[in-house]
């Protein structure tokens, strides 16, 4: 196997070491593995290399695809539910090597772009919980259902197998829209799931969150940071501000005020720098706001079982009006009528 560790290209991309369960599950059955791989233009090469760079489009239509294939619609649920903390790569050692769920999730957070670009992971303690948010930020990258699952299911079984085993979530969001059997999910979660959120996340009580399991080994986390520090993108290292503001929406639309009060110390950064910085990319908060909004709209459109309200709800907007007022604005189009335009592309 190649050990050589590269860092991950400025092209959206994970690491191959995500897709190691999904390959092991056809075990026995290379060919149409290696099918597969061949239909998304993988080199099989994957197969060897853990940290070989793939597309994160085309990790996510992967994905989805071997649900299908090996006909296990809660595919991404059933891989999270078994995963062990080697499966996250050495983050996930290193997480569990932490004193509290809180610092194993503030590790993982930290060193997610060692392993996929093009999301964002935050974890926040708010008024009576702390909220662990995971989403792609990355626009047009299709369905990704299997990925959610996979990665907030995979969360939870680290921290039941790193910590305790009894432990569960207070609640959990999907911002996909529900699944034939949403019941299979809440009983694996032990928990209440919500779908077609504005975002994907845990809620956690924070009395768990800081509940201390073990004493830290300061030396092997220095360890673990060594070798993962060869493999880290600094966070927004070579994006422009743009860029930068661009993910925050995706991950907090909805959720909370996407204000320049709001976004800039998440930045590390004033209002004003902020707003200047944008100025000079040719844009602002506003109107990246409105194009991730019209974007992102279009694409719940076109999900069944996703109404207007909820797509409305999502976006941020109070209800369904306002944002029936803003789609027309947009594209001269009423929601409903994009819906059925979409709907009679898919039957020709």
Known sequence: M?????????????????LRPIFDMFDGNSGTLR????????DSRVLEDDYAPVPL????????????????????????????????GPMGLRAT???TIYRGLESLV????A????????????????????????SQVGPSRQDNEFTLAGMCSLIRKGYDLRWRPLEVHFSHPPPDAPGRVERWFDAPVLFSQATNMLVIDPKDA??????????????????????????GEGQSASEQVRALIALYLGAKPITLETIAPVMQTSRRSLQRRLAEEGTTLKELLRSYRQERAEILLTQMGVSVEA?????????????????KSWTGRSPSKARRSSASAGDE
Not at 64 to 81: K, T
């Open 115 to 138: 392993l996929q670009s093009g999301t964002q992971v935050t974890l926040e303690e708010e008024a009576e919980h702390v909220i662990l948010r995971y989403m792609i930020t990355a």
């Open 97 to 99: 090597q932490c004193a």
């Open 311 to 327: 797509v409305a709800s999502t976006l941020g907007y109070a209800d369904g009006t306002s944002f029936w007022r803003a789609f």
């Open 210 to 235: 800081h509940r201390v399991y073990r004493e830290e080994d300061p030396d092997m986390l220095d360890l673990i940071d060594r070798h993962l520090a060869s493999m880290l993108e600094r966070a």
């Open 57 to 88: 489009q085309t990790y996510l239509g992967f994905f989805e695809d071997a649900a299908v294939s090996l006909d296990d619609p809660n595919l991404g649920l059933r891989l999270g539910a078994s995963v062990r903390p080697g499966g996250f």
């Open 110 to 113: 930290r060193f997610t772009s």
């Open 2 to 18: 190649t050990t050589e560790v590269r860092p991950l290209p400025h092209l959206l991309s994970v690491r191959a070491i995500i």
């Open 35 to 42: 099918k597969l791989l061949a239909r998304h233009g993988l």
